[in-house]
């Protein structure tokens, strides 16, 4: 049985495993995809103390290392239930289940879809959530950037650099990219903005995309649509715990703690106000450590 299994390989997932490792408690990681989450799939970071500016993945790989410095175990396997017994909690995963005395859950957030009627038949093929991924795929074509918030504008600056041309689809008058990543778009040659748009549905020619249908009729000729509309909790099999707030995020108190004792969580799948890479590593700190004092009671 191990003292702690923390969910999640992101930042705040890795951080609360290097703090239960350094504070001696036998510690277990489990990712069912890239450690480092978003940050993984994010072009650069330049809001994290101590980097001026960082490639997402080069900083998740560092993030990464560090763990692997201290020795924390861990395994690539998708969670899909979590079991309440007594003084121990069974996370089951696609491959195994395991026990723990403890449980830090730090699943994060992934993209949420849009408005598009037709957007699912084309994911993989001219739909995408990741620039980082898939730009390379555009180079010399158009695309179309469905978003108005620093995800859309970060991503459609990195597009920027390998697409002939990005629209960024706006849907108000009013933009929430912060005015440097606003600028940074101006400074493109090949990004244009449109305010109050908004997309409805995708066109294609066997199988391949060919344009999108605004909400006023009108046609937009591009080659691949990149959605970043927001993101939403990953906590489809928490739903039995009765942790989750009415939106799906785990609420918590401000050392991390549920409402089941011995489980904790941090991260992008809490409740909060600011969801950034450098307060999911402080929730992660914070969740470790109030894990470790509570352990005497477990």
Known sequence: M?????????????????????????????????PGGMVAKTNVVSNYLGYESLGGPE?????????????????????????????????VTTEEAYEAKAIIICGGRHPKKSNLENESDFIGKGVSYCAICDAPLYKDKIVAVLGGGNSA??????LA?????????????????????????KE????????????????????VVKSI??????KLDVDGVFVYVGYEPTTG???????LTEDNYIEVDSEMRTKIKGIYAAGDIIKKNLYQIV????????????AKRDLKEL
């Open 153 to 158: 504008f970060e991503e459609g600056i990195y």
């Open 213 to 218: 249908i605004l909400e006023d009729d009108n």
């Open 161 to 185: 650099g390998f697409a002939k041309k990005v629209y960024i689809l706006n849907r108000s008058d009013s933009i929430r990219a912060d005015i440097v990543l606003q600028e940074k778009a």
């Open 2 to 34: 191990y003292d702690v299994i923390v969910i999640g390989m992101g930042p705040a997932g890795m951080s609360a495993a290097i703090y239960a490792k350094r504070s001696g408690l036998n510690v277990l990681m489990l990712e069912k995809e890239t």
């Open 237 to 243: 099999y928490l739903s039995k715990l009765g942790i």
């Open 59 to 91: 900083l998740a790989t560092k993030m990464f290392f560090h763990t692997q410095e201290q020795e924390v175990p861990y395994r690539m396997e998708e969670v899909e239930d979590i079991i309440v017994e007594d003084n121990k909690k069974i996370v």
């Open 279 to 290: 307060t999911a590593t402080s929730e992660g700190a914070i969740a470790a450590t109030t």
């Open 188 to 207: 493109k040659g090949n990004i244009e903005v449109l305010i109050n748009t908004n997309a409805k549905k995708i066109i294609s020619e066997k199988d």
